[in-house]
């Protein structure tokens, strides 16, 4: 059985940085790219960045390049999400997904999210 | 502002059908598979529907998916009270860079 389980999100200050940890089980990590999605309170879903299955591609969404850095230890199943000069408008909760197939192709499975709120 | 446009709701009487749209550009639909994703409240997003018109394991024949030039179309048939959820398309976009995933901004289907 898949599971994605996250963890790192709390309550953090505007400029402040968190990293946000996913630990996946149930099938051959290295194999599948990730992505990370967030949903902010209310709103839809945005797709945050992805990584290749072996951590040598990285993809960003506009809104956190430069700010969010995506990583993988294929060694420990763990995927990783770095955030710094962290916003207001990043308050959401960051979900784990891994990918079908392919990076540009559909997610097959999601975690339960974790909740990153980003306030003075 | 949603890279990919899709109505904010729907609603169909119980055993009735309902077709939710997905409109795109030639830089996402018009270049890559698309999937559908049901959202009930207060859990994660689940996979309906991958490359355009498969469906996953488990996932009954009554939710179907279609495309058509930069559009495309979730279907749902035989609708029950256990379909209201939000309901998301997604695709990737290979006009920002090295490409980027991009996702409707849902739309809240009620059975009425």
């Known amino acids: 059985e898949v599971q994605l389980l996250e963890s790192g999100g709390g309550l953090v200050q505007p400029g402040g940085s968190l990293r946000l940890s996913c630990a996946a089980s149930?099938?051959?990590?290295?194999?599948?790219?990730m992505s990370w999605v967030r949903q902010a309170p209310g709103k839809g879903l945005e797709w945050v960045s992805g990584?290749?299955?072996?951590?040598?591609?990285?993809y960003y969404a506009d809104s956190v390049k430069g700010r969010f850095t995506i990583s993988r230890d294929n060694s420990k199943n763990t995927l990783n999400l770095q955030m710094n000069s962290l916003r207001a408008e990043d308050t959401a909760v960051y979900f784990c997904?891994?990918?079908?197939?392919?990076?540009?192709?559909?997610?097959?499975?999601w975690g339960q999210g974790t909740l990153v709120t980003v306030s003075s | 502002q949603s890279v990919l446009t899709q109505p904010p709701s729907v609603s169909a009487a119980p055993g009735q059908k309902v077709t939710i749209s997905c409109s795109g550009s030639?830089?996402?639909?018009?270049?890559?598979?698309v999937s559908w994703y049901q959202q009930l409240p207060g859990t994660a997003p689940k996979l309906l529907i991958y490359?355009?018109?498969k469906r996953p394991s488990g996932i009954p024949d009554r939710f179907s998916g279609s495309t058509s030039g930069t559009s495309a179309t979730l279907g749902i048939t035989g609708l029950q009270t256990g379909d209201e959820a939000d309901y998301y398309c997604?695709?990737?976009?290979?006009?920002?860079?090295?490409?980027?995933?991009?996702f409707g901004g849902g739309t809240k289907l009620t059975v009425l």
């Open positions: 997604g695709t990737w976009d290979v006009s920002l860079s090295a490409g980027q995933g991009v």
């Open positions: 490359d355009n018109n």
């Open positions: 030639s830089s996402n639909i018009g270049n890559n598979y």
């Open positions: 997904a891994k990918a079908k197939d392919y990076i540009w192709g559909a997610i097959d499975y």
């Open positions: 990584i290749s299955g072996s951590g040598g591609s990285t």
């Open positions: 149930g099938f051959t990590f290295n194999n599948y790219a």
